[in-house]
């Protein structure tokens, strides 16, 4: 079994054997965990592919599925048919659970869209602001080392209710599907309408959403997380086209003190651990009972879980993920508003109140029974959030105004909101 301890920071940062005061601002922000994510470096690897798009269109996409994805395929464009065939053999449990989802994403997103307002500043002199949806949204849906047909909700949903005309959705092909991709993510695009979906994966799908092809036209917009390749290619084609942002691999940060559950902090951190060996996994207590009852109770809760040896085990062990000890939970605060984490959980006495208090978070879970899987799933917010970012820094805004934000959601022409949970 591999060490799946979290290391400790050191140096300037807290530790178990000496405690400082943390540096502030910036200072405090680089000695924080943070995978290795370099996307200028693939930027220079993802240029060719999106040349090669460019220039050859549909065959440039065939053939790297070929390469990428070990599958030949003769169109790229998955049949209607398809789509209604996943759809009828989609399990019920799964179907009403994909459902429910996407109840709440509507519920939630709805409340999300803004009206035109006027403001007049002098006797007949006024100043609008309008809201507009864009015309065409190309969405990605990951299917590489995990299939998510949430993140077709958390795509698909914003834009729908944000009044986009033209959707069209791709995510890599399968050998093991014949070339289409997973079933489930076909039988979400089914529940949700879109029929214009693609087998195209990686940043040869943000290349076609941008440039257009002989079978998919242009986009004005690409949203959706995935890997570096498809951060490089949101990258390379900023400035022709809208991106919602450039996602790096998934974060949880966890601020507890000693009214924590040792057995729910470790159930959160390996619910992120465990999407890929770049996830980060922190957590920040002024308890250091907690800290080592949590580190106990890692390896029994890792040990039955998949994706061990290829995901949970090096995420966890990784030099993004850590146990940070600090002074009381306004040092706390400070730490996690300079880590600016894709997800937050607060789990303290008076968890609303310490939540009330965060400046910069994706998505803030709040309270014991608000874990981020259900924001992954089912919360009706959004999963589609900015990683590895420098806090109170501007976001890509999928609207026509100018805007900082600390967290982006995927709705076109609506503005950014930080996701709160509570349980």
């Known amino acids: 079994m591999p060490d799946l301890s979290l290391r400790e920071l050191a140096g300037d940062l807290p530790n178990r054997s000496a405690r400082r005061r943390p540096p502030e601002g910036p200072a405090l922000r680089d000695l924080l965990p943070r995978a290795d994510f370099d996307v200028s470096a693939a930027l220079e690897k993802v240029r060719p592919i999106c040349e090669a798009v460019h220039h050859r269109g549909d065959a440039a996409l065939i053939d790297f599925a070929e ?19 996943a759809l009828e053999r989609l399990d019920p449990e799964v179907r009403a659970a994909l459902e429910e989802s996407i109840r709440r994403a509507r519920l939630v997103h709805r409340e999300q869209r803004r009206t035109t307002h006027t403001t ?9 602001e309008k809201w507009v949806p864009v015309d065409r949204v190309g969405l990605y849906a990951p299917g590489g080392r995990s299939v998510y047909p949430s993140s077709v909700i958390m795509n698909v949903v914003p834009a729908q209710e944000a009044g986009v005309q033209s959707i069209a959705l791709a995510s890599p092909p399968q050998a093991e599907f014949d070339g289409l991709p997973h079933p489930t993510i076909l039988a979400a695009c089914a529940l949700l309408g879109v029929d214009e979906v693609y087998a195209v994966g990686g940043a040869q799908a943000v290349a076609m959403f941008a440039h257009g092809t002989e079978s998919c036209p242009p986009a004005n917009m ?7 390749w498809v951060a490089a290619a949101k990258r390379y084609f900023t400035g022709k086209i809208g991106i919602d942002t450039e996602a790096g691999p998934t974060e949880i940060a966890v601020l507890a003190d000693d009214t924590a559950d040792p057995v729910h902090v470790a159930a959160d951190l390996i619910s992120q651990a465990e999407h890929d060996p770049l996830a980060a996994a922190v957590l920040v207590t002024d308890s250091v009972a907690l800290a080592d009852a949590v580190e106990k109770e890692l390896e029994p809760q890792v040990a039955a879980t998949k994706h061990i040896e290829d995901r949970i085990a090096p995420a966890l062990a990784g030099r993004q993920s850590a146990i940070v000890l600090v002074d009381g939970v306004d040092e706390g605060l400070r730490v996690v508003d300079a880590y600016g984490a894709e997800h937050l959980e607060i789990q303290t006495a008076d968890a609303a109140a310490v939540a009330d208090r965060v400046r910069n978070a994706g998505a803030i879970f709040v309270g014991p029974w608000a874990p981020v899987s259900l924001g992954d799933y089912a919360a009706g917010s959004n999963h589609v959030l900015p990683t590895g970012v420098a806090p109170a820094t501007p976001r890509a805004c999928p609207c026509s105004r100018s805007c900082v934000a600390s967290t982006s959601s995927t709705t076109p022409a609506t503005p950014s909101p930080t996701w709160r949970i509570t349980s």
């Open 120 to 128: 007049e500043v002098v006797p007949g002199g006024t100043v609008t």
């Open 222 to 228: 690409v949203t959706g997380p995935g890997n570096i």
């Open 67 to 85: 390469k990428f994805d070990g599958v030949r395929l003769e169109q790229v464009r998955v049949p209607v048919q398809a789509l209604g065939d």
